[in-house]
């Protein structure tokens, strides 16, 4: 389902009409229901109508892959102070990813006025310079109740430690014979219970299965900014040699389990025009969405100051 807004509707009615005619059409327990906001199409660029495949930022471009370890640990290297409060590779990189460094973890909010926020481009000069040239989106997606988990369980964990190992060391698909041994002993480095092919081969087996997936788990809230976004993460998997998922999140996979994105759905997105934007931005800081409060480093409110001044605020 497809709505596109003007700047006088408004964000939660139009996402109301997508969940009610889901919930209408595809009743089921304990499914839940989160928004992506995106500043332009970055699957198809230019275009008005939304693919429901996406993926993470990490698999966008083949150099980033090519260069995930380097990507993590120069990140934490020039920075490490920022990581203190860390105390586990999950809660690493998603702080990395709230920062826009490419990583296997994309964003998904519980807020639909937060995925607005970041549909309009607000708050981020990089979005900014594309607010007035593409249209924004907002995916409303639908998530099983077996496909959320925690940000202790097996499969989360393991994809957290992916940039650690070379790609060539990486074998899911291996069920008969040690594909993931290099990953197993770096996740040992952190959690030394954690099983191998030769402590439990079903384990094993499930943990290959698994990391040919995409995963939804709800991040620790350790830092202003994960606290006052809120919401979940997406983890994407991958397939021998880190091959990308690909995952269509389209109803047809939803309920196939072999599919990347079985139990994880596009259910329908909110097309924001580009000459709209500003208006819809406008109206957003009325309910909190205020950039400040988003981006609540002391950088970005001292930004936010500046421009509130010169445009006599």
Not at 39 to 64: E, H, I
Not at 76 to 97: I, K, P, Y
Request: with cysteine; aromatic share 10%; glycine share 8%.
């Amino acid at each position: 389902m497809k709505i596109r807004l003007n700047e006088n509707a408004e964000v939660v009615a139009a996402v109301e009409r997508i969940i009610d005619r889901e919930r209408n059409e595809r009743p089921e327990e304990g499914a839940s229901f989160f928004f992506r906001g995106e500043v332009r199409n970055y699957v198809r660029p230019g275009s008005r109508d939304l693919n429901p495949a996406f993926s993470c930022l990490l698999d966008r471009d083949p150099k980033w892959i090519e260069n995930e370890r380097r990507l993590y640990e120069e990140a934490l290297r020039l920075n490490v102070a920022s990581f203190h409060e860390d105390r586990t590779m999950v809660e690493r990189v998603a702080r990395m990813q709230h920062y826009q460094l490419p990583t296997r973890f994309a964003d998904l909010s519980d807020n639909a006025l937060l995925a607005a926020h970041f549909a309009t481009g607000g708050g981020s000069p990089a979005r900014s310079r594309e607010k007035d040239r593409d249209d924004g989106f907002i995916r409303v997606i639908k998530v099983s109740s077996d496909k959320m988990k925690s940000f202790t369980s097996d499969v989360i964990v393991a994809i957290a430690h992916l940039p650690l190992v070379d790609a060539g060391n990486i074998h899911p698909s291996y069920l008969d014979r040690d594909g993931l041994g290099y990953l197993t002993f770096e996740i040992k480095n952190e959690r030394h219970g954690f099983y191998d092919f030769h402590s439990d081969v079903n384990l094993y087996r499930e943990l290959c299965r698994d990391l040919r997936q995409v995963w939804a788990f709800r991040p620790v809230l350790n830092n202003d900014r994960i606290r006052n976004q809120g919401g979940a993460f997406l983890a994407f998997g991958c397939g021998d040699c880190k091959a990308p998922l690909n995952p269509s999140f389209s109803p047809a996979d939803y309920g196939d389990s072999s599919k990347p994105s079985y139990g994880i759905m596009q259910i329908g997105y909110i097309c924001i025009p580009a000459g709209c934007k500003g208006e819809i931005l406008r109206q957003l800081c009325h309910f909190g969405m205020a950039p400040e409060r988003v981006y609540p480093e002391l950088s970005n409110v001292c930004m936010e100051l500046q421009e509130k001044c010169r445009k006599g605020e």
